[in-house]
């Protein structure tokens, strides 16, 4: 269960907020108390923002950026779903592999993203876009001057612009979702003390 509120659709008076629920549960249902969207998530990320109208249309403008097609939808993919996997969020990472999956990337990248590094199926641009996601994202942004360089061989500078902010809004993302612990990340700390034996 989300650590925050949820609005159900009768308290909902936000035109956009009413949009999104229309869109994702359908007109008639309250998601508070029906739960659950097209692709299997819970649909709390949507109820829990839906507290914050002017949050939730920050965060939803966002989207308007995959409808730019100076950037290759797959790269922007890659840099999202390895964000949610380097973040350590299963929902951010879960959301974009089936997007992924929906662009036609084939099975065998998508399950060597969590070991990208040791795996010899990408292209140099897109091992560029994963060491780049990892350097933003695990590396707080420090990014070797070859990794650009690397970026530069198939992206000019908008689209190197753009692929930093689209993946670091997805790092957002994972990290808001794990600790308000919203759709899959809804999940108990695993990394706990082992009792001693006896004790």
Known sequence: MPRLRQVPRGEVTDERVLRYYDLLFGPDRDPVAE???ATGTPGDW???FA???????????GFALYRNARLDPVLRELGQCRAG???????VFSQHCKSLRGLGVPEEK?????????????????RAVLAHTDALVLDGGRVPDAVVEA?????DDEQILLLTYVTCL???????????????????EPVTEVPAPGA
């Open 35 to 37: 739960p659950g969207t």
């Open 85 to 91: 996997w380097a973040r350590g969020s299963r929902f």
């Open 170 to 188: 997805y790092e957002m993302h994972a990290t808001i979702s794990r600790a308000l612990r919203l759709e899959y990340d809804d999940r108990d």
């Open 151 to 155: 970026l530069r061989e198939g992206l």
């Open 51 to 61: 507290l914050s109208p002017e949050t939730f249309r920050h965060a939803t403008d």
């Open 110 to 126: 998508i399950a060597a993203i969590p070991a990208w590094s040791a795996a010899g199926c990408w292209t140099p641009l897109e």
């Open 46 to 48: 949507w109820t829990v």
